[in-house]
């Protein structure tokens, strides 16, 4: 059994996206979800998904007792599906190349801290950027950088808004990220 642990802050609709994908894989399972935001939408995407999902505080998030209970499940690889919280230095040494994180964008630019949302979209806009994307890599201890593991483009156009680049680096991240972390699962072995 592979166990992905999913961690979301807001809309989920790439967590919704990734359970979806893995629904008939027998051997992948969901066996838990947190999110830092008590009102997030994630909550009813988990629900109807039965996925088992809980909220998480700052404390707890930080705490030596969520590590050990992510190795008790055992959590095979953590996916932070539009996570906003820094991952704590004892989790990352914990899972080491275990935790995947996606990026709206093409990183190393349009990284770090504050860098989410449509914020990532206008500044892409703001430097006149041709193109756009998304970046999947392994958390390491530096906010947004860690090994690429993918990244997928888009054109950038002279009349796109942040909510039209955001369209299109959403179709890229359902096009790609479940099937980025299947690969990924299989080379963990
Ligand atoms: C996505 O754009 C992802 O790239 C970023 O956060 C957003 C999450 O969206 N990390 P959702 O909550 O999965 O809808």
């Known amino acids: 059994m592979k166990n992905i ?4 802050s807001g809309n989920g609709s790439n967590a919704e996206n990734i359970v979806n994908y893995f629904a008939k894989r027998e051997e992948v399972a ?10 997030a939408y994630v909550f009813e995407r988990a629900k109807r998904l039965k996925v088992p999902a809980r909220h998480i505080g700052r404390t707890e998030f930080q705490s030596d007792e969520l590590v050990r209970e ?11 599906a539009g996570f906003l919280w820094q991952i704590p230095p004892a989790m990352i040494e914990a899972f080491p190349h275990r935790i995947l994180n996606i990026h709206p964008a093409l990183l190393p630019k349009f990284g770090g801290k504050g860098m989410y949302g449509e914020r990532v979209h206008e500044a892409v806009i703001a430097a006149g950027e041709k193109e ?3 970046t999947i890599h392994a958390i390491d ?4 950088r860690g090994t690429v593991i993918f990244q997928a483009k888009c054109p950038v156009t002279p009349d796109d808004t942040p909510e039209m ?7 890229l991240e359902y096009a790609h990220f479940p099937a980025v972390i299947d690969n990924y699962l299989e080379h963990l072995g």
């Open 5 to 8: 642990v999913l961690f979301a």
């Open 70 to 80: 992510l190795q008790q499940i055992p959590a095979d690889l953590i996916v932070l």
């Open 30 to 39: 969901f066996p838990l979800l947190l999110c830092n935001k008590r009102d």
């Open 141 to 144: 201890a530096d906010y947004d």
């Open 132 to 134: 756009s994307g998304i």
């Open 165 to 171: 680049l955001a369209q299109k680096v959403h179709k």
